[in-house]
């Protein structure tokens, strides 16, 4: 079965300081990875996907996420954070199943 | 721009009530979905559909039904709401093979039972 733990509940971060997530997920294949942005009231945006190819994935409003097969993770980074990345972060498995898995969540608060 | 729309933001139910969250698509999307948001919980998966009438159990049914009668819509249905029903509902679809494409998502529906 399909899992994704993402061991942050909540992370306080300065404005401009970096940010780091962390995803680690269990899949017995090659995963389809995903990191979705919830803001206050609203629905779920992709950030970015990871499918196959360079290990290094860019994705929008600045975000960075590197899958490590061996560590069996997919961590989300941004070099510096603003005040309106403050939100709810998941994490998403997914495999040829129609089926998406995901995390918990973490809360990211940005202080100024 | 693609959209996912849920037809209500908030509801209010009563204890026993048969309560319908719909939902539309029209990106001609094959795959349709109803996840359940709790605190602490993400996201967990009550039931998908892959093509009209066809539908599958996900983690949590128990409690739910669904039905699409056309491609673009997807409805849940609560047959006799209860209070732990009460939570964010969130619709969402996606193209043939779900896993490897992106799953685009309403803005949610928050359902309070009462």
């Known amino acids: 079965a399909q899992s994704v733990t993402q061991p942050d509940i909540h992370i306080t971060v300065s404005e401009g300081a970096s940010l780091e997530l962390r995803c680690n997920y269990s899949y017995g294949a090659t995963p389809y990875l995903f990191w979705y942005v919830q803001s206050p009231g609203q629905g779920l945006q992709l950030l970015l996907k990871?499918?196959?190819?360079?290990?290094l994935v860019q994705g929008i409003k600045g975000f960075e996420a590197e899958f490590k097969r061996s560590q069996s993770s997919f961590n989300l980074r941004k070099p510096s954070v603003h005040w309106s990345d403050a939100a709810e972060y998941f994490c998403a498995v997914g495999g040829g199943d129609y089926k998406l898995s995901f995390g918990a969540g973490t809360t990211v608060t940005v202080r100024a | 721009d693609v959209k996912v729309t849920q037809s209500s933001r908030y509801l209010v139910k009563r204890t026993g009530e048969k309560v319908f969250l719909e939902c539309v698509q029209d990106m001609d999307h094959e795959n349709m979905f109803w996840y359940r948001q709790d605190p602490g919980l993400g996201l967990r998966l009550i039931y998908f559909s892959y093509d009209v009438k066809m539908k599958e159990k996900g983690d949590i049914p128990e409690g739910y039904s669904v039905s699409r009668e056309k491609k673009e819509r997807f409805s849940l249905i609560l047959e006799s709401a209860s209070t732990n029903q009460t939570s964010m509902y969130l619709c969402a679809s996606s193209l043939w093979g779900q896993g490897s494409t992106e799953a685009f998502f309403g803005q949610g529906t928050r359902l309070t039972v009462v």
């Open positions: 990871y499918f196959s190819g360079d290990t």
